[in-house]
C-alpha cells in the first residue's frame, strides 16, 4: 500500500529555515506530478509549490525566492526548503503525488502532513 510521509516540520523563529522530507513507502510508483500544499487554521488549502517530472517547478507568489521545492535521488522522494520563514507561512504542509503511469488509472496520493510553525 502507497504511502506518503512528511517529516522536517517544527517551530522555529522568523527569517529562520526549515527543510521538508516527503517520502514515498509501500509499493512503489512513479509520480509525474508532486506538489508542496498548506493548510493554516481557519484557511483554505493552498498550493505552494510543484514539481514535475521533467523538473519544471512552480510557485506559490508568497513563497517566490524564498521556497525551493526538489526531486531527491530515490525515487518518489521530494524536498521543500524554505528560507526567510515568516510568521504568515505558519501551517501544516502536506505532500501530494499525481500520477497516471498505472494501467488501472490515475492515482493521487496524499501524505497526513507535517506542522510548521514561525513565531513573529
Known amino acids: 500500500q502507497v504511502q506518503l510521509v512528511e517529516s522536517g516540520g517544527g517551530l522555529v523563529q522568523a527569517g529562520g529555515s526549515l527543510k521538508l522530507s516527503c517520502a514515498a513507502s509501500?509499493?512503489?510508483?512513479?509520480?509525474?506530478?508532486m506538489r508542496w500544499w498548506r493548510q493554516a487554521p481557519g484557511k483554505q488549502r493552498e498550493l505552494v509549490a510543484a514539481?514535475?517530472?521533467?523538473?519544471?517547478?512552480h510557485y506559490a507568489d508568497s513563497v517566490k525566492g524564498r521556497f525551493t521545492i526538489s526531486r531527491g535521488n530515490a525515487q518518489n522522494i521530494i524536498y521543500l526548503q524554505m528560507n526567510s520563514l515568516k510568521h504568515e507561512d505558519t501551517a501544516v504542509y502536506y505532500c501530494?503525488?499525481?500520477?497516471?503511469?498505472?494501467?488501472?488509472?490515475?492515482?493521487?496520493?496524499w501524505g497526513q502532513g507535517t506542522q510548521v510553525s514561525v513565531s513573529s
Open positions: 501530494n503525488g499525481f500520477g497516471i503511469e498505472s494501467l488501472q488509472g490515475p492515482y493521487d496520493y
Open positions: 509501500g509499493v512503489t510508483l512513479k509520480f509525474n506530478i
Open positions: 514539481i514535475n517530472s521533467d523538473g519544471s517547478t
